[in-house]
């Protein structure tokens, strides 16, 4: 069996994950549904990551504090108590079981914060390779969990690290009541082969791909300020995680006539260009060579690929495509890699998106234009449409699932 390293609430490296999670872990009580311990932990957590030197430095995990805030959980778990009727008593599931994914490798907290206020215990797997970003975050952690009034949450708390090994995964998914999977299909596929409870409920997040589209009219009408605010906002759905993140767009779709859609989006690649040299965007020399290996990967396939932008670490890198093969971009490559097209009207969209796209960030678009898009594609793919600049806020309703409806159980009492 791998060696097994527990990070939180304390450290430890051991060969037996029973040491860890044994049965007085498992099978001691639960606590209350949106307890005033649970709130006041993750608020206190958030105020530990706005004062600390390194993670209040990380835009990342400043977004991560302000979503921990009391005032913001407070009403998530008043929106959530609205939607469950008198006759229906919301309790926790027990033990969560949680895989963390490698490539946005903060992510889990979001998840791990709407189990706690579902009351459940839990483990948390995260990758081996713990960088600047994440060490300074479990060092946070450490500092808050392990106060004298937060006992209650350390002892139903587990976050560890291990290399792939299915015995632990196979233990730890025997006796799971929940178990939440990042990290994309093969990682849900290696999980779930693991017996569980019949009723255990898994929540997997696979692959997903996700877009942005700007009416390319609405785009051309506004002034320079405006028009370098709203490309900054795509910036930071973009280059936070460096395009890693499930959420961040792939590819952009500029929606007019050809001709406004070529100047809208000469104007908007120029100002990302701009952003860029503003902010000494650097990008490692692996980075570089990936987006160029995705090229010729891409180029292969017998895509209809032409280079607006070659690979250069101080630009973007943007190859315009067919609409009719935007279906065929199969996964991320990331650092900047954008995929352009160009549509004449937002219902092609019906056509081209696929079971697998997650989120769709916009510009221009009325409500009434993108409801009616969504009523359209009935479920044939994306879960979420948002502004630009939104495309990473983590939500209560997230790739389909309403978490706190998934993260709790409901007894009937008549």
């Known amino acids: 069996m791998s ?26 009580s639960r606590l209350e549904p949106f307890s005033d311990l649970t709130i006041n932990f993750l608020n206190q957590l958030s105020r530990e990551i ?13 977004a991560l504090a302000y979503f921990l805030r009391k005032s913001n959980i407070i009403n998530i778990t008043e929106n959530f108590k609205k939607t469950i009727p008198d006759t229906e008593v919301t309790v926790p599931l027990g033990v969560c079981f949680q895989i963390a994914p490698s490539n946005v490798d903060t992510i889990f907290m979001y998840s791990w914060a709407f189990s706690l206020l579902a ?47 299915d015995n632990i995964n196979a233990y730890l998914s025997s006796i799971a009541d929940l178990r939440i999977i990042w990290g994309g299909d093969s ?10 409870k019949p009723t255990t409920r898994d929540i997997a997040f696979a692959d997903k791909i996700s877009y942005s589209i700007i009416e390319s009219k609405y785009f051309l009408s506004l002034n320079d300020q405006l028009l370098t605010e709203k490309v900054r906002l795509f910036y930071n759905d973009s280059y936070y ?62 895509m209809d690929l032409r280079i607006q932008s070659e ?66 594609l009935n479920g044939k793919g994306i879960d979420r449409i948002v502004p630009v600049g ?20 409901r007894v009937v009492v008549i």
């Open 3 to 28: 060696k097994i390293i527990q990070i939180v609430p304390k450290n430890l490296l051991t060969d037996d994950i029973k040491a860890i999670v044994n049965n007085d872990f498992i099978s001691q």
């Open 50 to 62: 706005l004062s600390d030197s390194v993670t209040s430095k990380i835009p990342e995990l400043v």
């Open 119 to 165: 009351g459940n215990s839990n483990i948390i797997r995260i990758t081996q390779n713990v960088g600047e970003q994440l060490s300074g975050l479990l060092s946070v952690i450490n500092r808050v969990i392990n106060n004298p009034d937060i006992e209650e949450i350390r002892a139903r708390n587990i976050i560890l690290s291990y290399s792939y090994d």
């Open 187 to 196: 990682t849900v596929q290696n999980i779930r082969k693991h017996l569980s």
């Open 241 to 302: 995680f460096d395009q890693m993140a499930c959420s961040s767009p792939q590819v952009v779709y500029f929606v007019g006539d050809d001709k406004d859609n070529q100047l809208a989006s000469s104007i908007f690649w120029s100002k990302l260009e701009e952003i860029l040299i503003s902010k000494g965007h650097f990008e490692h020399i692996s980075v570089s060579m990936n987006k160029l290996a995705y090229l010729y990967e891409e180029s292969a396939s017998g």
């Open 311 to 376: 690979v250069n670490p101080d630009k973007p890198t943007i190859i315009k495509i067919a609409k009719e093969d935007v279906q065929k971009i199969v996964s991320i490559c990331g650092g900047g890699y954008f995929h352009q097209c160009f549509l004449a009207d937002i219902s092609e969209l019906i056509h081209i998106i696929k079971h697998n796209d997650q989120t769709l960030s916009y510009l221009g678009f009325t409500p009434e234009i993108l409801k009616n898009l969504a009523k359209s």
């Open 390 to 409: 939104q495309a990473l806020a983590f939500m209560p309703t997230w790739d389909g699932f309403s978490l706190l409806n998934h993260f709790t159980k």
